[in-house]
């Protein structure tokens, strides 16, 4: 089975700073998706940006960009500029390619941000 | 135009109740998921329905878990039974297909509380 650990309960970061989030995962699988889900209190998750593991690439999206280490099962998600509007749950989310099971995510416990003025 | 929305937003049970979580899914998603979140444990998955079918993620005890689906757009989680390790944030996602690429769009959760 797969399984999502993200190690940092907590981060906190003062604005415009950069913070980096780490998750680590574990599979046999050798094709899957890798996500950050952002959650604001009391708010639906969002996704904040998808990492395919056949591309070596790594994905950016604005201020946030990943650090895909496919040897060792790493995905860290890094912020530029924080912003206030970027306090929230982060979560790391891992999904198989191909799963006729229906394609669920296995999450990490999750990492609090907060953003400092 | 809206998203993914729940209710009720919070619910409050006595042990040993039956309780019934709404999830309203954006019109034309094919697959619903119910997911339940609890603190420093991220989520994990419940069940999932793929249009009118039901297949329930193995996992849940004791099958106290059911999830209908009345309407294309609409499903009812179900916890009989409810007990205090039940408290949690469930979570319902909607995808438009059955197609890896797909990303899963989340409603804010019902938060459950059984006391």
């Known amino acids: 089975a797969q399984t999502v650990t993200q190690s940092q309960p907590e981060m906190s970061v003062q604005e415009a700073e950069t913070v980096t989030l780490s998750c680590t995962y574990d599979?046999?699988?050798?094709?899957?998706?890798l996500f950050w889900y952002k959650q604001p209190p009391s708010r639906q998750m969002i996704l904040v940006i998808r990492?395919?593991?056949?591309?070596?690439q790594n994905a950016t999206e604005n201020r946030f960009s990943v650090n895909f280490q496919k040897a060792a099962k790493s995905f860290s998600l890094k912020i530029s500029d924080s912003q206030l509007g970027d306090a929230a749950m982060y979560f790391c989310?891992?999904?198989?390619?191909?799963?006729?099971?229906?394609?669920?995510?296995?999450f990490g416990g999750g990492t609090r941000l907060m953003v400092k003025p | 135009g809206a998203g993914v929305s729940q209710s009720p937003r919070y619910k409050v049970a006595k042990r040993g109740r039956d309780v019934a979580l709404r999830c309203d899914s954006i019109?034309?998603?094919?697959?619903l998921y119910w997911y339940r979140q609890t603190l420093g444990q991220g989520s994990e998955v419940l069940t999932y329905?793929?249009?009118?079918?039901?297949?329930?993620k193995s996992g849940r005890p004791s099958g106290r878990f059911s999830a209908e689906r009345p309407e294309r757009s609409v499903s009812t989680l179900k916890i009989q039974r409810t007990e205090q390790g039940d408290s949690a944030v469930y979570l319902c996602?909607?995808?438009?297909?059955?197609?890896?690429?797909?990303?899963?769009?989340f409603g804010a959760g019902t938060r459950l509380s059984v006391l």
């Open positions: 996602a909607s995808s438009p297909r059955q197609l890896a690429k797909n990303i899963q769009y």
């Open positions: 599979t046999s699988e050798s094709d899957y998706y």
């Open positions: 990492q395919e593991a056949y591309k070596q």
């Open positions: 989310a891992y999904r198989r390619l191909n799963n006729n099971a229906g394609n669920m995510l296995t």
């Open positions: 019109s034309g998603h094919v697959t």
């Open positions: 329905s793929q249009s009118d079918a039901q297949r329930d």
